[in-house]
């Protein structure tokens, strides 16, 4: 039986989530799949009302503590977000001459897909796999954002989380950020 989590509804609120890839493959190896994640925070910034804390794309997740602002609620946001950038990731796996792995994801994809009865033919995302955990103080905050930007040091991919360019470190450092608008928590 899977656990459901749930998002509240006042828009002061602030959650750290993890988006897992299904079945944790690793996808998220080459630069033109990250991009496609900034691309959908983005727009769910600009467009839906997403606040974005902290972040950090992993091979087979993303790290995130958001929050809201607006009128739609928190999950509907996520839920728009994972179900564009899975769309958008089939189309860009699917067509990338480049990936010595496309049949087989694509058939991982396929073949998983067709198992949940809540899809037609494909997914992407681990169906409860965001969790969504809500940040109830500041200091319990602050250490989930020193953990978010921690992951690429304990995966072994850099030494200093500001030199991983797929996360809000840099932001939080004065410096660099691929994503725009992220609120630093301090």
Not at 13 to 37: H, K, N, Q
Not at 128 to 133: A, F, L, Q, R, Y
């Amino acid at each position: 039986m899977s656990r459901k989590f749930r998002f509240g509804s006042d828009d002061r609120e602030i959650y750290c989530m993890t988006c897992t890839v299904l079945r944790s493959l690793d996808v998220f190896t080459a630069d033109v799949y990250r991009r496609v994640l900034i691309e959908g925070l983005a727009f769910a910034q600009e467009h839906k009302g997403l606040d974005v804390y902290a972040w950090c794309v992993m091979t087979h997740q993303l790290h995130l503590i958001v929050g809201r602002h607006g009128t739609y609620p928190l999950g509907r946001i996520i839920g728009a977000f994972k179900a564009h950038t899975s769309k958008v990731l089939r189309d860009v796996v699917a067509s990338n001459p480049d990936e010595q792995t496309r049949d087989w994801l694509m058939w991982m994809f396929e073949r998983l897909g067709k198992r949940n009865p809540n899809n037609w033919d494909f997914q992407f995302w681990e169906q409860d796999g965001s969790m969504p955990v809500l940040l109830e103080d500041r200091a319990k905050a602050l250490e989930l954002v020193d953990s978010v930007h921690l992951a690429p040091v304990r995966a072994g991919y850099v030494e200093v989380p500001e030199h991983w360019l797929w996360s809000s470190a840099g932001n939080y450092q004065q410096k660099f950020g691929l994503l725009e608008n992220v609120i630093l928590i301090e």
